[in-house]
């Protein structure tokens, strides 16, 4: 089994950055991607950023785009979102994901592709 377990998520003022990270841990953990998603209160998830373990080619939300950073550590099983000029909008749960078999970053923004999912980290920004 794949245990995915988010952290870093809190409260900041707008303006603002937080780093989430998400450990992925298992007796036999293998993936080709990660991805990062959102889901804001009354409001449905949504994709936020999506990284490939080999390569580091990423993509990112367009309502992210220039603010939020994916990155990875593959010694370390670890994938990071850094997000700089926090709005009151990215108020949201956030949810670290990984997908097994796909490296087709058009698919990537899809949470049907993603076959584990962390518990998520709340985001709170302030205005």
């Known amino acids: 089994q794949v245990q995915l377990v988010e952290s870093g998520g809190g409260l900041v003022q707008a303006g603002g950055s937080l780093r989430l990270s998400c450990a992925a841990s298992?007796?036999?953990?293998?993936?080709?991607?990660m991805g990062w998603f959102r889901q804001a209160p009354g409001k449905e998830r949504e994709f936020v950023a999506a990284?490939?373990?080999?390569?580091?080619?990423?993509r990112v939300a367009g309502s992210v785009k220039g603010r939020f950073t994916i990155s990875r550590d593959n010694a370390k099983n670890t994938v990071y979102l850094q997000m700089d000029s926090l709005k009151p909008e990215d108020t949201a749960v956030y949810y670290c994901?990984?997908?097994?078999?796909?490296?087709?970053?058009?698919?990537?923004?899809?949470?049907?592709?993603?076959?584990?999912w962390g518990q998520g980290t709340q985001v709170t920004v302030s205005s």
């Open positions: 994901a990984a997908e097994s078999t796909t490296t087709a970053l058009g698919r990537l923004s899809l949470e049907s592709e993603y076959d584990y």
């Open positions: 298992g007796r036999t953990f293998s993936s080709t991607a």
């Open positions: 990284i490939l373990w080999s390569g580091g080619i990423t």
